[in-house]
């Protein structure tokens, strides 16, 4: 007799829809080994190669050989609330107020756990959440958490947004709107400037994920709200050490009071432990590193819109403007061998499928990193048009 979870399992199978896991061995400049080969690893998160920067991680780990071991320690051992607070927990948060110029900055263990835990602690019943339709997985599962109502308009539709603002703004209490700055599975930007209008505009609140901005956007790399010169308008500005940080854990910059309220509110601070000692110090190490990394932020820039222009020459179908390149395929079954056959090329590429992104969207999400050189990429273009033809018969 098969399982109720074996059927299901057979199921995605046959949907071209199992997820499973690999394990890499990440070698340098952007490459991992996979079953013996090396490959362009154009499915990491590691956008400024720090986590692959060998010298960097050997002068982090100086500080140990040099005697401060209690900067290594692997245990926070309990909550911050307990005892696993740490004067390092409170440097970074230091390092990270004066950098974005915030009142107050409160770590979280990842940017899930930010993302689950800020909003139903700050909105409740008789308040209104308004989401766009593309955010990213932990801020819906924000949303279904907190006991505030909760629309989506579509993929930055403002005009969408202000209706539903018409409409509903004076029924709440309080109102928030949520975006990422950088969409995630699209590599395309929100317009912050039009969102900063329209919060004001309507007494709402504005919530900016910047996953995917820290390290590449701005002069100092603090995202895209920094390079709009807008970070004193974002009421809650959340970042992640996931990704451009080569690290784990997030933050959120807000005023003194909402950081006071989150700690005693936000159930993903509270009952859980807190981050190591060691991952803070690599934190406050790889953050001060990033600020001054703006040769690496224009290099990424230049090789991912010479990607997207060939991309376009050859009349792939893409989008977005930031360096996660979409390649639009529809198909599941399709994503899934074509991202075979480019492993078979080369270059490490999985296939992203629903419930990651709308259905009939499969996609290829190409991230390039700032490790990576236009050589690296080059044949990239060519290889895409040759197989996308091979499937389709068109694009
Ligand atoms: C927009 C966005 N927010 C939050 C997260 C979660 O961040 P973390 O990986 O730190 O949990 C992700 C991760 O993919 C993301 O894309």
């Known amino acids: 007799?098969?399982?109720?979870?074996?059927?299901?399992?057979?199921?995605?199978?046959?949907?071209?829809?199992?997820?499973?896991?690999?394990?890499?061995?990440?070698?340098?400049?952007?490459?991992?080994?996979?079953?013996?080969?090396?490959?362009?690893?154009?499915?990491?998160?590691?956008?400024?190669?720090?986590?692959?920067?060998?010298?960097?991680?050997?002068?982090?780990?100086?500080?140990?050989?040099?005697?401060?071991?209690?900067?290594?320690?692997?245990?926070?051992?309990?909550?911050?609330?307990?005892?696993?607070?740490?004067?390092?927990?409170?440097?970074?948060?230091?390092?990270?107020?004066?950098?974005?110029?915030?009142?107050?900055?409160?770590?979280?263990?990842?940017?899930?756990?930010?993302?689950?835990?800020?909003?139903?602690?700050?909105?409740?019943?008789?308040?209104?959440?308004?989401?766009?339709?593309?955010?990213?997985?932990?801020?819906?599962?924000?949303?279904?958490?907190?006991?505030?109502?909760?629309?989506?308009?579509?993929?930055?539709?403002y005009d969408q947004l202000e209706s539903l603002l018409n409409k509903y703004r004076n029924r709440f209490d309080q109102v928030v709107i949520v975006s990422e700055s950088v969409f995630s599975m699209d590599g395309d930007v929100a317009d912050i400037t039009r969102l900063v209008e329209i919060k004001k505009e309507f007494h709402a609140k504005l919530y900016l994920d910047e996953a995917h901005g820290v390290g590449l956007y701005g002069e100092n790399g603090l995202g895209m709200?920094?390079?709009?010169?807008?970070?004193?308008?974002?009421?809650?500005?959340?970042?992640?050490?996931?990704?451009?940080?080569?690290?784990?854990?997030?933050?959120i910059c807000c005023s003194r009071e909402i950081r006071d309220y989150l700690i005693n509110h936000s159930r993903s601070?509270?009952?859980?432990?807190?981050?190591?000692?060691?991952?803070?110090?690599?934190?406050?190490?790889?953050?001060?590193?990033?600020?001054?990394?703006?040769?690496?932020?224009?290099?990424?820039?230049?090789?991912?819109?010479?990607?997207?222009?060939?991309?376009?020459?050859k009349k792939i179908k893409t989008g977005g403007s930031t360096n996660i390149v979409p390649v639009l395929i529809g198909e599941d079954s399709a994503a899934v061998a074509q991202a075979k056959a480019m492993q078979d090329n080369g270059f490490l590429i999985l296939p992203v499928r629903p419930p990651s992104i709308p259905e009939g969207t499969a996609r290829f999400r190409l991230s390039l990193c700032a490790n990576m050189q236009w050589q690296d990429l080059q044949e990239l273009p060519g290889l895409l048009d040759a197989l996308t033809d091979g499937a389709h018969g068109e694009k």
Not at 131 to 149: F, P, V
Not at 225 to 235: K, N, R, V, Y
């Open 225 to 251: 709200a920094e390079e709009l010169g807008l970070i004193q308008e974002i009421d809650f500005l959340v970042g992640t050490f996931g990704k451009a940080l080569a690290s784990i854990g997030a933050f």
């Open 1 to 157: 007799m098969i399982s109720r979870y074996g059927k299901k399992l057979q199921m995605l199978e046959s949907k071209g829809r199992l997820r499973s896991l690999h394990p890499f061995e990440k070698s340098s400049s952007g490459k991992v080994e996979h079953n013996g080969r090396t490959l362009l690893n154009l499915s990491s998160n590691d956008y400024l190669g720090l986590g692959q920067d060998i010298v960097l991680r050997k002068r982090f780990y100086q500080g140990l050989e040099d005697g401060s071991s209690e900067f290594f320690g692997l245990a926070a051992a309990s909550s911050r609330l307990l005892t696993g607070d740490s004067p390092l927990a409170h440097d970074l948060e230091h390092d990270l107020a004066a950098a974005y110029n915030a009142e107050a900055v409160l770590l979280f263990n990842s940017g899930y756990h930010a993302n689950i835990g800020i909003l139903p602690a700050l909105y409740g019943k008789g308040d209104l959440i308004l989401s766009d339709k593309l955010n990213h997985a932990s801020i819906h599962d924000g949303l279904g958490l907190s006991r505030a109502e909760h629309k989506r308009f579509s993929h930055c539709d």
């Open 269 to 313: 601070f509270i009952f859980t432990t807190g981050l190591p000692p060691v991952t803070l110090n690599w934190n406050r190490f790889v953050f001060q590193h990033m600020l001054g990394m703006k040769e690496q932020r224009q290099h990424l820039k230049n090789i991912s819109s010479r990607l997207r222009l060939a991309l376009i020459e």
